[in-house]
Each structure stands twice: as C-alpha cells, then as structure tokens.
C-alpha cells in the first residue's frame, strides 16, 4: 500500500508560478512510476505528466509541455510538479498518482486526495 500526499496548492495569478509537492510512504518509492492528473470543474480528470520508475523519463499532455516540469526526489519519496507561464485554464484539483513498476498515462493504482490550484486571471 501506497499513500499519496499532495501540497502547494493555493491562488496564483495568470502568468505566475507554483510547485506542487506529493510525498508517498513506503520504502519502495523508487519503484513507483509517478504522475499528476488534474481535474477541472465539470470536466473529467485529464492526465498531466508522468515520470517513470526506472530511469526517470518523463512525458507531458500537449498543454503542460513547456510549462511544466514533473521531478522525483527518491531519497525523499517526493514527487515535483513546478508549473510556471501559469494560465486561468491550469486551474484545477491536481492528483497525484502512482503505480507498481509500471510505465503509461493509465490504471494508476494508488491516488492522494488532490490539491486545489487556482489561475486568476
């Protein structure tokens, strides 16, 4: 078992930036593909980055390439999302998620309760 605990959510202006935190207990941090998703009022959660267990390599949504950076801290089972050029359509509970040597943007196994970021416009 697995779980997932995010911060650094809050209000940020259009144009600005914010990190999110997700910190998972366990001593296998290491082997867990991490990813955020994110899910915006009336619309389905959507995918957002990931970064794989093995080897670190990481994949983003057309939207976040750019934008967003997804890190991992494995000596601090700490997974990053810094997220700058922040727009009002980033706005959104953002997830973390994480699964079992095992690489992909689906079946997530393991999910936090989500944190609110918010994009003033």
């Known amino acids: 078992q697995v779980q997932l605990v995010e911060s650094g959510g809050g209000l940020v202006q259009a144009g600005g930036s914010r990190r999110l935190s997700c910190t998972a207990s366990g001593r296998t941090f290491s082997s867990y593909t991490m990813a955020w998703f994110r899910q915006a009022p009336g619309k389905e959660r959507e995918f957002v980055a990931v970064?794989?267990?093995?080897?670190?390599?990481?994949y983003y949504t057309d939207s976040a390439k750019g934008r967003f950076t997804i890190s991992r801290d494995n000596a601090k089972n700490t997974v990053y999302l810094q997220m700058n050029s922040l727009k009002p359509e980033d706005t959104a509970i953002y997830y973390c998620a994480a699964k079992y040597k095992a690489i992909g943007t689906t079946a997530y196994d393991y999910w936090g309760q989500g944190t609110q970021v918010t994009v003033s416009s």
């Open positions: 970064i794989t267990w093995s080897t670190s390599n990481t």
